[in-house]
């Protein structure tokens, strides 16, 4: 129904920046919110960031404020993840996905549609 691909995922050194695009495809009728989730192994998947459908309303971790920009283009079905200053702390693989209901959403289990996630990889 609904396909997410995320890319721009890769390795760089602490200080760096990356930009993670995520494209959305399929039955998208109506206005949605986006967002930004990341997990490393044995670790449960936890939020990055969020952005409603007007991108009047956004929202991020407090361990990402100041450092990364979460932005879209309706017109292009992205949404787009600009991480600045990262460090080794941010090396996960990183996962984009849907809220249905255009509720800028922390929670993994309001989110409906998922991709299949990018790697990123900080070293030091």
């Known amino acids: 129904q609904v396909q997410l691909v995320e890319s721009g995922g890769g390795e760089v050194q602490a200080g760096g920046s990356l930009r993670l695009s995520c494209a959305a495809s399929?039955?998208?009728?109506?206005?949605?919110?986006m967002g930004w989730f990341r997990q490393i192994p044995g670790k449960e998947r936890e939020f990055v960031a969020a952005?409603?459908?007007?991108?009047?309303?956004?929202s991020y971790a407090d361990s990402v404020k100041g450092r990364f920009t979460i932005s879209r283009d309706n017109a292009k079905n992205t949404v787009y993840l600009q991480m600045n200053s990262l460090n080794v702390d941010d090396t996960a693989v990183y996962y984009c996905?849907?809220?249905?209901?255009?509720?800028?959403?922390?929670?993994?289990?309001?989110?409906?549609?998922w991709g299949q996630g990018t790697q990123v990889t900080v070293s030091s």
């Open positions: 996905a849907i809220e249905l209901r255009d509720y800028v959403q922390t929670a993994v289990h309001e989110y409906d549609y």
């Open positions: 399929g039955r998208l009728f109506s206005r949605y919110a």
């Open positions: 952005i409603s459908w007007s991108g009047v309303r956004r």
